[in-house]
């Protein structure tokens, strides 16, 4: 028998409510997965991600790296036709994404319990800032609220200097993530009971998910955790170096990975040296090393001690940038920066989809970004053309 | 009929080789949802984070963080008898999955290709550093060589400051959730195709699929992204602000609330200044908007601040240590910081299920992690119990 190559969510349908970040990411993941996702949007203005620079033409390219494999229609959820069309499209999918504040799809009568009357196999997904649940469920949240409020921030930066935001969103991404785990474990789960579910994601709930040890060690301990600049909490070295010329980064997962690099930056004594003898010892006479280590690493350019510490086997790579990282083979190979299927946007890509499948091929474009309304009439005319069949 | 209350993927077997991090934390999740997870560990030491302070007792608290809700046995799989057990429990479980360099599993004869052969429906989950195709397949990695490969230290820090590592190990956490989205995908295929899968992923691509925006804006305007500090690249005023006593962030996400931001900060000129008019005029301006807001709120502490704002109804919050994080009641309202039954452990506890589903009730606590070993013959009595079964 023939593989079936088709994706894993073929078949799928996802109505997406979802505006700027976390819900939009959430059903971008969805339709690299295979689902069809068709976004419905506000007529005149859309998803306000369209407004947010910088533009490629007319194109927002912030809205273009997270709606790729999308359709659109513009609905009006406070006008009877439009409410008609929108309940048409919930007759026909199987998920619904929104990123509203908890409160806003029950005063349109979209709320899940009058929602799953009458879809009860409608998987209903809802990504905010603090949830359905609480008392700051109702407070409006940004990606960088979720960052402060978790802790998040507390660990990034440097101790002593002013605080860092994570240069990504991950107050939205690490939520639009989960939530589409949700989604995929919410539908594994009808195929057993034949029946939705409804879905709650917070943004703050996810960023604590994602704080690893350091809930563990403040809860034991009762000590905060301080940001550590690039070390690791745990392991020794493990962190940022300068170079002749610029930064590089060395992992020393391990005692042997470090008794190597003390033999690839010829410092043989370090490896036999009592405060570095094992990773707790390391740890604490880490000022002392990394001194030791900087100084060592000062003669030469990043390009040799890659070489160098690649040769001893030895975890290590430059910091790159976003251009640099764009130019590697290993990415080029993976297809992780795919081109957009629509000459005017030019040279711009967008992230390919990270999760690879023996029985899938892997894309090598997406879909341009749809354009405000673009899929309304053929969506219609498939609304209608289920309507008329199904009154024979 | 009653509501199914089971937990998503309950009634599924993972049989986790994972050590450390991204694998263990992807087991983690998929426990979360239900799953039953087996841990399979080395003879003698077992997974490598049991060795990673702190300790409470002798249990690793970095091991605990991510190992709850599993099973243990120690098995060497180069030993005849050891790899009857693992084979014996390939046969009863739906899904393994592994973080060894790409390679490792080939030699041992448990490669996808081998397995496959013998358990059809099996899905094969694999994270690594680079992934399993492309020139840098078989080099070691670790969650720091992900970070700044793919550039995601290049946009975390101070412009012109020496780098920042994102403060949790996000390298090997994203990867970790889009291990187990995978994961699930691939179960849910299988009940289409009634076959397995290979799921792929690398710390490097997950990384490059949270880089959000950067990827288009470089790849259209060929200019590499620049660390913001805590500043949003699209929106402004996104950000940090020092206030009397410490620091808050403030999320201005569209002209409306820049405009209450103004009046509750008593500088309504600013919301008619053309300078600052717009998004684009704000971000243009960022130096000088900075500055007048930093003076404004220089006199009161945050506590003043999020009040005055919060009644405006602009999103902003105190940039909170892990210790505040988990005395919120909004935390506690979700169950996000819980509790390790396992009085040996003291005060610690651990983050909480993040995807809330309305079948499901969210978990108070979770189960203590296993000692090395410990279930080894309630498996084997259960392997042996179903070969005994199968003779009749």
């Known amino acids: 028998m023939p593989t079936d190559r088709s994706a894993p969510l073929s078949g799928i349908k996802v109505i997406d409510l979802g505006r700027v970040l976390a819900a939009p990411f959430a059903t971008s993941v969805l339709a690299s997965l295979g689902a069809r ?7 005149g203005v859309g998803d306000d991600a369209r407004q947010f620079g910088p533009f490629q033409g007319k194109t927002s390219l912030y809205f273009a790296s997270v709606n790729c494999d999308k359709e659109s229609i513009a609905l009006d959820l406070a006008a009877p036709a439009d409410r008609a069309t929108f309940e048409g499209l919930l007759e026909i999918a199987d998920v619904v994404v929104e990123n509203f504040s908890p409160g806003v ?3 349109l009568g979209y709320g899940w319990e009058s929602v799953r009357q009458r879809w009860p196999r409608l998987v209903y997904a809802a990504v905010s800032g603090f949830g359905q649940t609480g008392p700051l469920s109702s407070k409006p949240s940004y990606d960088i609220i979720a960052q402060a409020l978790s802790g998040m921030m507390s660990l990034t930066g440097h101790p002593g200097q002013p605080p860092v935001r994570v240069g990504a969103s991950i107050g939205d991404l690490v939520a639009g993530l989960y939530l589409a785990l949700g989604v995929v474990s919410a539908i594994h789960k009808r195929t057993r009971t034949g ?6 994601v917070a943004m703050l709930d996810s960023q604590v998910a994602f704080l690893e040890v350091a809930v563990t060690k403040f809860t034991a301990t009762g000590i905060d955790p301080a940001p550590q600049g690039t070390r690791h909490p745990s392991i020794a070295p493990f962190q ?11 992992a020393a997962g391990n005692d042997d990975i470090f008794r190597r690099l003390c033999g690839a930056i010829a ?9 570095f003898h094992d990773n707790a010892c390391r740890h604490t006479h880490l000022d002392e090393l990394e001194a030791e280590i900087t100084a060592a690493l000062a003669p030469h350019d990043v390009g040799h001690w890659v070489t160098r510490l690649g040769e001893a086997g030895v975890p290590c790579a430059p910091i790159q940038t976003v251009g640099e990282m764009t130019r590697m083979d290993q990415i080029a190979a993976r297809a992780m920066v795919v081109p957009i299927d629509d000459p005017s946007l030019g040279a711009a890509k967008v992230p390919g989809n990270p999760i690879k499948m023996a029985s899938v091929d892997a894309r090598t474009s997406r879909s341009a970004p749809p354009q405000l309304d673009e899929h309304r009439a053929r969506l219609l005319a498939e609304l209608a053309a289920r309507v008329t069949a199904s009154q024979y």
Chains 1, 2 share one sequence.
Not at 195 to 200: I, K, L, M, N, S
Not at 267 to 275: G, I, N, S, T, Y
């Open 37 to 43: 996702v068709i976004k419905v949007e506000r007529p």
């Open 105 to 107: 799809m029950d005063r």
């Open 195 to 200: 029946t939705g579910d409804f879905v709650d």
């Open 240 to 250: 940022a170096f300068q170079c002749g010329d610029r930064w590089m980064v060395i």
């Open 267 to 275: 410092q043989p004594q370090l490896a036999v040296d009592p405060r």
